[in-house]
Antibody
Framework: QVQLQQWGAGLLKPSETLSLTCAVYGGSFSGYYWSWIRQPPGKGLEWIGEINHSGSTNYNPSLKSRVTISVDTSKNQFSLKLSSVTAADTAVYYC????????????????????WGKGTTVTVSS | SSELTQDPAVSVALGQTVRITCQGDSLRSYYASWYQQKPGQAPVLVIYGKNNRPSGIPDRFSGSSSGNTASLTITGAQAEDEADYYCNSRDSSGNHLRVFGGGTKLTVL
């Protein structure tokens, strides 16, 4: 059974860089999209971005200028860096495994996140 | 703002059927996935694709899609189904971007 274990600093000052890592245990690292999602207190889920095993990334346009997601396939880990944080970045951050299913005839496409980390609370405060 | 729109809150009597909807242009081309989140917990996948349930999800949960609307139906809602529900799909730009709906708070009366 695949499990995701995440860790990183939980308290940051404004302008610092958030850094989180997620390790994948019990399953293959290739063939999936590895995502970061966050949830501000009392609010909904926001997709931050994703990376695949070869290092190809997709980012939420609203965060793209500050986000870097990287992968270390030798350790089955992927990481999130978010620069220049402010109080608005205070949230619970989750890592998740994404699956894409595509068929040509008939055409269909669907995506889902089937395994999630437990979440890391990150607070930005001076 | 989210490209997927959900009603903020829905209620259902115990044992009755409830439908939670998600609207967005991207849903004309891509199926949604649905997540259940209880307070203090990580989201859990409940429906994906046309109408698929992960192992361990009760069969009272089902999904459907028509036009720009995806729906999650709970047939015979139980007290433990009270939670926030989020839809997710690919965004409408055609790029490999993911987007969540704003979430629906389900109350079981």
């Amino acid at each position: 059974q695949v499990q995701l274990q995440q860790w990183g600093a939980g308290l940051l000052k404004p302008s610092e860089t958030l850094s989180l890592t997620c390790a994948v245990y019990g399953g293959s690292f290739s063939g999936y999209y590895w995502s970061w999602i966050r949830q501000p207190p009392g609010k909904g889920l926001e997709w931050i971005g994703e990376i695949n095993h070869s290092g190809s990334t997709n980012y939420n346009p609203s965060l793209k200028s500050r986000v870097t997601i990287s992968v270390d396939t030798s350790k089955n880990q992927f990481s999130l860096k978010l620069s220049s944080v402010t109080a608005a970045d205070t949230a619970v951050y989750y890592c998740a495994r994404g699956v894409v299913v595509v068929a040509a005839t008939p055409y269909y496409y669907y995506y889902y996140m089937d395994v999630w980390g437990k979440g890391t609370t990150v607070t930005v405060s001076s | 703002s989210s490209e997927l729109t959900q009603d903020p809150a829905v209620s259902v009597a115990l044992g009755q059927t409830v439908r939670i909807t998600c609207q967005g242009d991207s849903l004309r081309s891509y199926y949604a996935s649905w997540y259940q989140q209880k307070p203090g917990q990580a989201p859990v996948l409940v429906i994906y694709g046309k109408n698929n349930r992960p192992s361990g999800i009760p069969d009272r949960f089902s999904g459907s899609s028509s036009g720009n609307t995806a729906s999650l139906t709970i047939t015979g809602a139980q007290a433990e189904d009270e939670a926030d529900y989020y839809c997710n799909s690919r965004d409408s730009s055609g790029n490999h971007l993911r987007v969540f709906g704003g979430g629906t708070k389900l109350t079981v009366l």
